[in-house]
């Protein structure tokens, strides 16, 4: 891979490599190692797909009703505690998740509220695949509640000898938290079929042009890196990806070891775990980003109410 010049994909590779081994479950928000150091946003965003998808979701998504719904339902408990405890006065309060950063899984699970998906083909630099490629693939965009500033009218109401304090709350959101977060593994979703990832050597890769332009089509997970997708004489058009590709580059058209690249799929990486006992899956993020909002999302939230015992 750093012969593709794609460090990134590289530097993920041979994390996975020296791992032990670990097999992912499949299960979005499971426990699972973590690297939040590799993969950065300001490196992603170098890549045109990317940026006009991260454009999308800062100008466009978050400003969804089931984005608006999904903010309310994170601010909810958080307002109803703070109400209950009495911290709520005449100038609000601010809920700022930044503490809770620490912990990446449980900052995902409890404050984010929508993602933009970022296709293999998205990453691409025009027909070239990208370190972007080769690193991640598929993956998602994910906003998160930053900071939002919750006010609202106060008052009481009376039910016989009880008194009851109500706040009429509306959030006003000013910042998100964006972030990248994506599996690095390599399981598949079908029993008798394994994801082609490209045809290698020591000198670098070729691809399929026929098994390229399925996996896009199939919104597949493709994690290979910067190189033309050319239809060559050598590349096998139409048929099963699972033969090795002589190139004869030479003059002569003699064989040579550095012309034969042979198929890589994620079973080849499931084999070699199993062999080798090591090769771990593990989660990527990407430090979440603080970006304040051109335009703040307020949201008017169902009526909170406590009851004032009666010595107050």
């Avoid at 505690?81 to 699970?109: C, E, S, W």
């Avoid at 771990?280 to 993020?285: A, K, N, P, T």
Wanted: proline share 5%.
């Amino acid at each position: 891979m750093d012969k593709e010049g794609w460090p990134i994909s590289a530097k993920l590779a041979r994390k996975w490599l020296a791992s032990p081994k670990h097999v992912y479950n499949n299960k979005l928000n499971s426990p699972q190692p973590i690297d939040d150091t590799t993969v950065t946003l300001e490196w992603a965003l170098r890549f045109r797909g990317a940026r006009q998808r991260f454009n999308h979701l800062v100008r466009q998504a978050i400003y969804t009703e089931k984005a608006a719904e999904a903010v309310k339902n994170a601010l909810v408990p958080v307002i109803e505690r703070f109400f209950a405890a009495g911290k709520m006065n005449a100038a609000g309060v601010v809920i700022d998740t930044a503490p809770f950063l620490t912990n990446l899984l449980q900052f995902h699970i409890d404050w984010r509220f929508q993602f933009q998906p970022v296709s293999s083909f998205a990453t691409l630099d025009g027909t070239a695949l990208t370190d972007l490629t080769g690193a991640l693939g598929n993956f998602n965009f994910y906003a998160a509640v930053g900071r939002a500033t919750v006010t609202g009218e106060r008052y009481y109401k009376y039910e016989g000898k009880n008194t009851i304090f109500c706040l009429e709350p509306v959030a006003q959101m000013t910042h998100i938290y964006v972030y990248i977060k994506d599996s690095y593994s390599f399981n598949d979703d079908s029993s008798s079929k394994s994801q082609y990832l490209g045809h290698w050597n020591k000198n670098g890769m070729v691809l399929s042009y026929a098994a390229v332009i399925n996996d896009f089509f199939e919104s597949s997970n493709l994690n290979v890196g910067n190189s033309p997708l050319e239809k060559g004489r050598y590349l096998p058009e139409g048929e099963e990806v699972d033969k090795p590709i002589d190139k004869r580059t030479s003059r002569l058209r003699k064989f040579r070891v550095k012309d034969v690249y042979w198929p890589v799929h994620n079973k080849t990486y499931r084999d070699w775990r199993s062999v080798h006992n090591r090769g771990g899956d593990f989660m990527v993020y990407s430090k979440p980003e603080l970006i304040k909002l051109d335009k703040p999302i307020i949201l008017k939230i169902d009526t909170v109410c406590r009851t004032i015992p009666a010595e107050q």
